[in-house]
């Protein structure tokens, strides 16, 4: 005969994992349901520099980023050729910001930390070493951007970007749920407030200030221009 006090014991471990399961499966209807974020891009691009240090800033400088999943993803316009030799539309200083902020991207997985750092090198790309010097963690950047891994992430990025379908055409290359936004990008805000589909919206969605925001005209660095390869 089964005793009590091993009846209430079963029934407290059957509540426990009805209600591990059901905060799971919440957190991951939230998770489907952020707006997938994703932008391609290069250091020393200034229009990528605009967009991150500007555009971007808008998602955490306001409560947008609580449906927003934000990818970075550093190559851009860069080429890698049959023996894995990177080379930058902008030569060889935008290959090491490049693969500095792949090892910040690594070293802070959340997106709110990563972009932080990354929004510091591309407001002076001359004082990145600042930014390093400033972060938490910057023996764990030196070590990733001073070593192979560097490398590894970059042409990790590098086989991202190439395999976008259809394939980017110019710098910021800005995606919505995989969907490229082209001469969209600009107006950002409205765009992932548009795209979301959850409950959870945001306040900076409901404002009256996205309607009459103006747009200015698009300005992007393409595939094949300017080409150091």
Not at 165 to 180: A, F, I, M, Q, S
Not at 189 to 218: F, H
Request: proline share 3%; glycine share 2%; hydrophobic share 35%.
């Amino acid at each position: 005969m089964v005793s009590s006090s091993s009846t209430k014991f079963v029934l407290f471990l059957a509540c426990l994992f009805m209600f591990t399961f059901s905060n799971n499966l919440v957190a991951a209807e939230e998770s489907d349901d952020k707006v997938k974020l994703n932008l391609y891009y290069e250091s020393l691009c200034p229009y990528c520099q605009n967009f991150i240090v500007n555009d971007l800033g808008k998602i955490f400088d306001t409560d947008l980023y609580t449906i927003t999943d934000l990818k970075l993803f550093p190559f851009g316009n860069a080429h890698v050729s049959t023996n894995l030799t990177i080379t930058c539309q902008h030569g060889e200083e935008e290959c090491k910001l490049n693969a500095l902020e792949a090892c910040a991207i690594r070293t802070w997985p959340n997106p709110k930390l990563h972009y932080k750092f990354i929004q510091c090198v591309e407001k002076d790309t001359n004082k990145w070493e600042t930014c390093v010097k400033r972060s938490r963690y910057e023996k764990a950047i030196k070590d990733c951007y001073n070593g192979d891994l560097s490398k590894k992430l970059i042409l990790e990025y590098a086989k991202q970007t190439m395999s976008l379908k259809p394939k980017h055409e110019y710098v910021p290359w800005v995606t919505l749920n995989g969907k490229p936004l082209y001469d969209n990008y600009d107006n950002l805000v409205e765009q992932i407030c548009k795209v979301y589909k959850g409950k959870a919206i945001p306040k900076i969605c409901n404002s009256s200030t996205l309607s009459k925001r103006k747009v200015s005209k698009l300005q992007v660095s393409y595939v094949d221009e300017a080409k150091n390869y």
